[in-house]
């Protein structure tokens, strides 16, 4: 294939095809809209027996993005099975035969990849915002035209998109889908919270992608943390562009 058009139509059909890509977008969606729907009703009867400190540092748009941590894991496995899956199977050698140009093939699985993990986190955050503030009742809730709501809401879609992207360089390098979630599953989901929550640790911890991340994720960012929505968007940002920069090194030095 000649152009990058026409790799990018390639991997698209093969992303269609692959069922696990398929169900690990559909459960992002589902994870996260109904987490959100059980925290928003949970917040709704408990705020009232919130401590004042607790009222008063509330932030109902990040309390409606629980559920987006436990749908993201289905968007990291996404990311991950879409380049691995090559690997383990060994279709990548007839990948590589209909598109020769190593650069070209790994920049039209990137663009695919991000594309449709763009696309299902606009949907997944839009549906994920409006049932958690639904649940969380009206008294309490937040508007998506409140200061800061938009703003996290956008946050949270980059957040999640750049989060599946960097998977996918990390799992070029790693070629096994087994040992890329399995690093990087514990990473994001396990020990980048007990290390943020660790106070002679804290601060440093805030400097890994994922919790660089979140950040983007709150209307307004608490005061103990060190970066904001702006600095954290650029950390997350640098910390894909050296996995997709390690991917491509990888994937241009490796043999298949």
């Given at each position: 294939?000649?152009?990058?058009?026409?790799?990018?139509?390639?991997e698209?059909?093969?992303?269609?095809?692959?069922?696990?890509?398929?169900?690990?977008?559909?459960?992002?969606?589902?994870?996260?809209?109904?987490?959100?729907?059980?925290?928003?009703?949970?917040?709704?009867?408990?705020?009232?027996?919130?401590?004042?400190e607790?009222?008063?540092?509330?932030?109902?748009?990040?309390?409606?993005?629980?559920?987006?941590?436990?749908?993201?894991?289905?968007?990291?496995?996404?990311?991950?099975?879409?380049?691995?899956?090559?690997?383990?199977?060994?279709?990548?050698?007839?990948?590589?035969?209909?598109?020769?140009?190593?650069?070209?093939?790994?920049?039209?699985?990137?663009?695919?990849?991000?594309?449709?993990?763009?696309?299902?986190?606009?949907?997944?955050?839009?549906?994920?915002?409006f049932?958690?503030?639904t649940?969380?009742?009206s008294?309490?809730?937040?508007?998506?035209?409140?200061?800061?709501?938009?703003?996290?809401t956008?946050?949270?879609?980059?957040?999640?998109?750049?989060?599946?992207?960097?998977?996918?360089?990390?799992?070029t390098?790693?070629?096994?889908?087994?040992?890329?979630?399995g690093?990087?599953?514990?990473?994001?989901?396990?020990?980048?919270?007990?290390?943020?929550?660790?106070p002679?640790?804290?601060?440093?911890?805030?400097?890994?992608?994922?919790?660089?991340?979140?950040i983007?994720?709150?209307?307004?960012?608490?005061?103990?943390?060190?970066?904001?929505?702006?600095?954290?968007?650029g950390?997350?940002?640098?910390w894909?562009?050296?996995?997709?920069?390690?991917?491509?090194?990888?994937l241009?030095?490796?043999?298949?």
């Amino acid at each position: 294939m000649s152009s990058l058009s026409s790799a990018v139509s390639f991997e698209m059909t093969k992303a269609r095809t692959v069922m696990s890509t398929v169900w690990s977008l559909i459960l992002c969606f589902l994870v996260s809209v109904a987490i959100a729907l059980l925290f928003g009703w949970v917040l709704r009867g408990a705020y009232d027996d919130m401590s004042p400190e607790g009222k008063a540092g509330f932030d109902p748009v990040a309390s409606g993005y629980n559920g987006l941590r436990l749908g993201m894991i289905a968007l990291v496995v996404f990311g991950v099975m879409l380049v691995s899956s090559e690997f383990s199977t060994g279709t990548i050698r007839s990948s590589l035969a209909a598109v020769p140009d190593r650069g070209r093939f790994y920049a039209a699985k990137s663009i695919t990849g991000t594309a449709i993990a763009l696309a299902v986190s606009v949907i997944t955050t839009f549906v994920t915002f409006f049932t958690a503030q639904t649940a969380i009742g009206s008294a309490h809730n937040a508007s998506i035209t409140d200061k800061g709501a938009l703003q996290a809401t956008m946050g949270a879609i980059i957040y999640m998109t750049l989060l599946c992207t960097l998977s996918m360089g990390v799992a070029t390098v790693l070629r096994s889908p087994a040992l890329s979630l399995g690093i990087l599953v514990p990473l994001f989901f396990m020990v980048s919270e007990i290390l943020n929550n660790l106070p002679g640790v804290q601060k440093v911890a805030q400097f890994l992608p994922d919790a660089a991340g979140q950040i983007m994720m709150r209307g307004d960012p608490p005061e103990s943390t060190v970066l904001n929505g702006w600095t954290g968007l650029g950390l997350l940002t640098l910390w894909t562009v050296a996995a997709l920069f390690a991917g491509y090194a990888s994937l241009r030095r490796r043999d298949v």
